[in-house]
């Protein structure tokens, strides 16, 4: 039986009501489906190759060509019956789940045997770093370095440690256009570095999974990263237009030399676990079955130490190359200011929001 307007408007009523975000490609499908539905086949102009998000609707509508009206909406009422019916369970820690302490949406943060985690919550993006989401890690880590806690902890919850910045991040242009974007992103990229730098107590990854871009050149300003032995370290900048952040450009040729650096920030070659622990970035591999429990036991005998010697030592460790660290964090988002509206760097997040490309 064909779907009437009636399902049609209801499946539309039932879309606002979705209680998980579908994601973007399924966004997308159903606005193109709806368009078709409605108006029929793709009539309006071409967006500009910068105005990201009304190319991707271009692209959806315009792709269902000559489709009827009739199939449009039956297809738009099935899918929505197939998002509403998925009782998928999902693997996400309830936001808020440590309570008594500040709600993240995409962290959960807890603190109890003198150390505070902070567990990146985005499964199933991967740990995609959203917008809103590196303001919640500047703000956890800055009451982590006020709390009486004495050591922090950064992981991730799910499969991935973490897949770097969330590539959508770059649709959400604001009314100054993407000039105006890039330079928001060159500054929030340099508070939200800035913080590791001055992370004041013992700041350790546990890298529990597959760990990308953002979330593996920032590991150069903890003071020790421990990683499942399902862990990969990847910097994929120039196959994504990009350049090195994180201070990555001046911590990783100092840890593992200028060639292996060269390899992994250039041309973006994907580490495991043991090869990153050779070259001195990962401080030591454990086996994925005993990793959390092995770890675990380490860090509570660590947060045991005297806090005070902890931080102090950290400050004679680290304070001689702050100002450094904090010169070459402007200067690679700078950097990237630039980089940022490139052809190559619009065309390859493109590629990869229009699901044509991934690592
Ligand atoms: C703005 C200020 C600071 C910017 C600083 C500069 C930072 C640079 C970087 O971090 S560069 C690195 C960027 N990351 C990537 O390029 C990774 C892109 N993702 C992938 O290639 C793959 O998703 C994968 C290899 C990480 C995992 O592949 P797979 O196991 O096959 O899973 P899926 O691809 O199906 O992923 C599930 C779901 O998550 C979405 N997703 C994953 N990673 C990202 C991401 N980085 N950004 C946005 N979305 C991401 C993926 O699209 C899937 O969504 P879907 O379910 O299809 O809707």
Redesign the pocket.
Known sequence: MRASQEDFESAMNQVKLLKKDP????KLRLYALYKQATEGPCNMPKPGVFDFINKAKWDAWNALGSLPKETARQNYVDLVSSLTSSSEPSSQVKPGADRGQQEYENLVVTSEDGITKIMFNRP???N??S?QM?QEIMLALKAASKDDSTITVVTGNG??YC????????TDIPPGGVEEKAKQ??I??RD?VGTFIDFPKPLVAVVNG?A????V?ILGLFDAVYASDRATFH???S??G?SP?GCASYTFPKIMGPAKATEMLIFGKKLTAGEACAQGLVTEVFPDSTFQKEVWTRLKAYSKLPPNSMRISKQVIRNMEKEKLHAVNAEESSV?QERWLSDECINATMN??S?K???
């Not at 990308?212 to 979330?215: A, D, Q």
């Open positions: 994601g973007n490609e399924v199933t993006r991967k995609a770093i917008t590196y499969d991935y897949s770097g910045n969330d590539l959508a991040n770059f992103s060159a929030m990229l939200f597959p990308v871009g953002i979330s050149t910097t994929p900048f196959h994504l990009l952040e990237l990869f929001l699901k490309a991934k690592l």
